[in-house]
């Protein structure tokens, strides 16, 4: 080392590093939120206040009926389905191709109902009473009747969505209902 000189090249260098880190760790703790854990649960709407934990359970007869809901709406989407794909068929307007890329739309829409049908019997079979799975475009949203969930819960079920879909754990949204 030089005479004269006080700090080195990396001396400089590793005190930035150390203040990059110190000012990652400060932003990491101011926007995280400190009371969540790698696989915990928490409401979508993101508030926890007891007026809206009033509010779920002055809804929890709703609740019930949101399942059997869900499941009619499936049913009559996927009969308008078959409509459509039986009329579209038939048409002789249509190419060839027009056909092959209905028959295409109408398969990937089975699948996704399918998945979700798989998805919701896993859900049982692990304990869940009541579950509904509905697929997006860009990920899952799973509604299972519960009080609330456990961080394994909460692990089990993005390991049923994970291992029935190729969706990114990011992209799974997990609602509670009572």
Same mark, same amino acid.
């Given at each position: 080392?030089?005479?004269?000189?006080? %700090?080195?090249?990396?001396?400089?260098?590793?005190?930035?590093?150390? +203040?990059?880190?110190?000012?990652?760790?400060?932003?990491?703790?101011k926007y995280s939120s400190s009371s969540k854990y790698l696989g915990q649960a928490t409401y979508v709407n993101g508030s926890s206040s007891e007026s809206s934990a009033v509010e779920t359970s002055a809804k929890a007869k709703e609740s019930t009926d949101y399942f059997t809901e869900v499941k009619k709406e499936r049913e009559k989407t996927q009969s308008e389905i078959e409509e459509t794909v039986k009329e579209t068929l038939k048409s002789e307007k249509l190419?060839?191709?027009?056909?092959k890329s209905a028959v295409?739309?109408?398969?990937?829409?089975?699948?996704?109902?399918?998945?979700?049908?798989? &998805?919701?019997?896993? +859900?049982?079979?692990?304990? %869940?009473?009541?579950?509904?799975? &509905?697929?997006?475009?860009?990920?899952?949203?799973?509604?299972?009747?519960?009080?609330? +969930?456990?961080a394994a819960q909460t692990l089990q079920i993005q390991d049923i969505v994970m291992s029935e879909t190729k969706i990114e754990l990011s992209a799974i949204k997990i609602v509670t209902v009572k």
């Open positions: 080392m030089k005479k004269g000189k006080v %700090f080195g090249k990396s001396q400089i260098a590793v005190t930035a590093m150390v +203040l990059a880190l110190a000012a990652a760790i400060w932003l990491n703790m190419t060839d191709e027009d056909k295409a739309k109408v398969e990937q829409l089975a699948d996704r109902m399918e998945k979700e049908n798989n &998805i919701e019997s896993l +859900l049982k079979a692990k304990g %869940f009473e009541k579950a509904a799975a &509905i697929i997006g475009d860009s990920g899952i949203n799973i509604v299972v009747k519960s009080d609330g +969930l456990t």
